[in-house]
């Protein structure tokens, strides 16, 4: 995917999850956060950040904060971006997929994508990672129940006879391996009862750019 009207900025702080303020030129301007995910370790007073100016004019914010650097390191925190990649990426991911359809419900849950393939139908639901310590990326930065009930339904679409996929974007690059955050044991223990349960677990990290994102290469699993 592609961002169009990017800017550098500095981030300032963040009154509350869905706004921060950001210098941009030397003037502080109130920005939508796309990702209302703690950042913690990302949204540092100074941080450099990228921003992309919105489209409509009589939006209240005129700026989202879309991207940060951690050191050298540039990573996407849109959360909008990891369903983006992974409909571009799937298509590698599950060869000969005659449907691909975004956003579809089973149970009491609404999973990010139904998909049918030669002989086999069914669910992946997508995870966008933008933690990473010490070489790893964790999922999640903190705890969710959210989370938990969409790797029950996806055991209980198993025991249907539907296949079932968690894919965990990770908006970066140069990582070692990808693993359920120790923070969360409840989510780290469903993640794991789900993998032994017929749950196929992948991730794949991403190419990011300051006007761009796209899927790079399969990440190694360590549950």
Do not use: W
């Not at 301007?29 to 540092?44: A, F, I, P, R, Y």
């Not at 120790?182 to 789900?194: I, K, V």
């Amino acid at each position: 995917m592609r961002y169009a009207k990017i800017q550098s900025g500095r981030f300032i702080r963040r009154p509350n999850r869905f706004i921060a303020l950001v210098e941009l030129d030397g003037c502080e301007q109130v920005c939508h956060v796309k990702n209302t995910g703690q950042c913690k370790e990302l949204l540092l007073p100074g941080a450099r950040v990228l921003v992309q100016q919105a489209d409509n004019p009589t939006r209240k914010t005129a700026f989202d904060l879309v991207a940060v650097y951690k050191g050298s390191r540039l990573i996407n925190i849109d959360s909008q971006a990891p369903n983006r990649v992974a409909a571009e990426y799937l298509p590698r991911l599950l060869p000969e997929l005659s449907l691909l359809r975004p956003e579809v419900f089973y149970g009491d849950s609404r999973l990010d994508f139904y998909y049918e393939q030669p002989g086999q139908r069914g669910f992946v639901e997508v995870k966008g990672v933008t933690l990473e310590q010490n070489g790893v990326a964790l999922f999640p930065d903190a705890p969710t129940a959210r989370g938990i009930r969409h790797l029950q339904t996806l055991r209980a679409a198993v025991g249907e006879g539907f296949a079932a996929h968690v894919l965990f974007v990770v908006q970066l690059q140069g990582v070692e391996y990808f693993s359920p955050n120790p923070a969360d044991p409840a989510f780290s223990a469903a993640l794991r009862t789900a993998a032994q349960n017929g749950v196929s677990v992948h991730a794949v990290d991403c190419m990011v750019q300051p006007d761009g994102i796209r899927a790079g290469q399969p990440v190694e699993i360590r549950l």
